[in-house]
């Protein structure tokens, strides 16, 4: 399926779908395994980087077997695609949703770009996002620089007017990672209402990774430093799609679940060498962390 097709279920029952970073077969897995576990939705995103990694061939067949192996409510989404090559590829591989990440170019530049991406995919089929404002911490902008940084209403409509965009992005203070918040968590849902209300497509909240403080202890029970790690708390999450958010990108708690989980094996099993032994439990907290995002968003029982 498309991010199009998906987001407008999601519109519809006022529920988000969540987009899941993969990188790897366990990764996949996890995230399709929960999704037929649930029986929900999902959105399995690959950035360029993880491209780089793993290949862009492994990666789509990977997903499209796993699509094609259930009755998945599933789409392939290329996350935070900086390039048109990028984007004629991951089209080309059988990718139905691509992201242009042009939230760092001028508005002008942005909206180029954007419109060749859309101009580009939407004979083929591909549904489009796109990212306007600059997707930091409240912390990290200083207080007079912050109107330029987050998303403005107004520009927003315009962005969506002018480009044809099927999903966007918006930057209301979230951030990438496991460092979101110095103090408090703070996020600027009077914009988001304003945005919502100004912008008809779906939006999409990136940097929403809960941190959760559980997985971080474990980490650091078998030896990771994560000192400072501050996440998106549900309650921000279900505000957020109270006030119409119906996409939600994940990729730092998968990597925490991940990381704690070898770290836990490696450590409490010394004599452990088997790939599979590893990475086998590592595959499931990863599906366990999804399946709990899923009913957060209330995508579960939804597919
Ligand atoms: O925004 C997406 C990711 O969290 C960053 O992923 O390290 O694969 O580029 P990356
Ligand atoms: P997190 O770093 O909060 O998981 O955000 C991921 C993301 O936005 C991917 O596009
Ligand atoms: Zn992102």
């Given amino acids: ?116 991406v859309v101009d580009l995919a939407h004979p083929r089929k591909a549904a489009v996002e796109a990212e306007l404002g600059r997707l930091a ?59 919502k209300e100004k912008v008809s497509v779906p939006l999409v909240l990136h940097g929403a990774s809960g941190v959760p403080a559980w997985i971080v202890r474990k980490a650091t029970k078998y030896g990771a430093e994560l000192a400072g790690a501050k996440g998106m708390p549900d309650e921000s999450i279900k505000q957020a799609i109270r006030l119409g958010v119906t996409k939600i990108n994940i990729d730092t708690d998968l990597r925490l679940a991940f990381a704690a989980t070898v770290r836990e094996v490696l450590t409490s099993t010394p004599t452990e060498f088997d790939p599979r032994k590893i990475l086998g439990p590592a595959r499931e907290a990863m599906k366990e962390v999804v399946r709990g995002k899923m009913r957060l968003f209330d995508s579960s029982g939804r597919a």
């Fill in 1 to 116: 399926m498309t991010n199009k097709e998906i987001l407008a279920s999601a519109e519809a029952g006022k529920y988000a779908v969540g987009a899941f970073n993969i990188h790897n077969l366990e990764s996949l897995q996890a995230a399709a395994t929960a999704a037929q576990e649930e029986n929900s939705p999902v959105i399995v995103a690959v950035t360029p980087s993880a491209i780089k990694y793993a290949g862009l061939g492994y990666l789509a067949e990977v997903a499209k077997t796993a699509a094609q192996s259930s009755s998945l409510s599933m789409s392939l989404h290329l996350d935070h695609g900086k390039d048109i090559d990028t984007i004629v590829k991951c089209v080309d591989a059988g990718f139905t949703s691509v992201m242009i990440d042009g939230s760092h170019l001028s508005f002008e530049e942005n909206i180029a770009l954007t419109k060749e």
């Fill in 137 to 195: 911490g409240f912390e990290e902008i200083a207080v007079e620089r912050r109107e330029a940084a987050l998303t403005d209403p107004q520009a927003a409509r315009e962005f969506v007017r002018r480009t044809s965009v099927d999903a966007l992005a918006v930057a209301i203070g979230t951030s990438h990672g496991a460092y979101k918040f110095k103090g408090e968590p703070k996020l600027d849902y009077k914009r988001l209402t304003e945005i």
